[in-house]
């Protein structure tokens, strides 16, 4: 299938969910999962009408979507895999957000980059909603002091929670995990009123049960671009 063709089955698919759930569509975003795959890839998906793209490390990113932003300047990228302190300041000047956020060190050296750049820069904190899974913030009480860390940088706009459902054909478990991840928001909302309007989880595998659960972005890869070969 043609990336246009995936784009377009994706996208009613991601309909079907929301009919289904009593949702709109226009509440669920798509973010194209472009990692591994190049340019030629993404420039495809771009002129099927994507416009948001997710990477998952910041040398690769920054090759393809430098060049891209330049003369496509409503392409917009975020970063979805675990990010090193030393590559901060790169994804920092890159990222449209940066999902993965998943400590407080990082936080505090986002911060301190984006006082300094004096631009700002959207975040979501991640949360290990699944025991199997290694990164993320393990419990809604640690989400809350990192929240805490958060917004005392005026730069950080804290924008909302992400997750990965375990990796497995269990349902429940894939369900489990993203109400983990709704009642945390929930909880979050309470203390933090206004930070958490985006609520990314969902991947190729279980993109529609996280609709069911309340999902506002997915991140698919697979089921646009076709197999990785990792
Ligand atoms: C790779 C990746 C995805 C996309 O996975 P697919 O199964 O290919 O849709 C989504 N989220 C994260 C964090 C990823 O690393």
Known sequence: ???????????????NACARSGRSGEEVRLCA???????????EA??????????SRVQEASGKFAGLKKTRPD???H???GLQRNKAKAAAGLFDCIQSVDRDALIDELGKLTQERGAGQA????????????????????????????LAYPELALSGLMTMAPFTNDEKAIRRAFRTLVTARNLLEARFPGRWRCLSMGMSNDFEIAIEEGATLVRIGTAIFGERDV
């Open 79 to 81: 970063l979805i895999g």
């Open 46 to 55: 771009y002129n099927a009408g994507q416009r948001l793209f997710g990477e």
């Open 123 to 150: 975040i979501l904190l991640e949360m290990r909603t699944a025991e199997a899974s290694k990164s993320g913030f393990p419990d809604a009480d640690a989400l809350c002091r990192a929240a805490e860390k958060a």
């Open 33 to 43: 999962v472009s990692k591994f795959h190049g340019a030629t890839a993404v420039e």
């Open 75 to 77: 392409i917009q990228v």
């Open 1 to 15: 299938m043609s990336i246009t063709k995936a784009i377009l089955r994706v996208r009613e698919r991601i309909e």
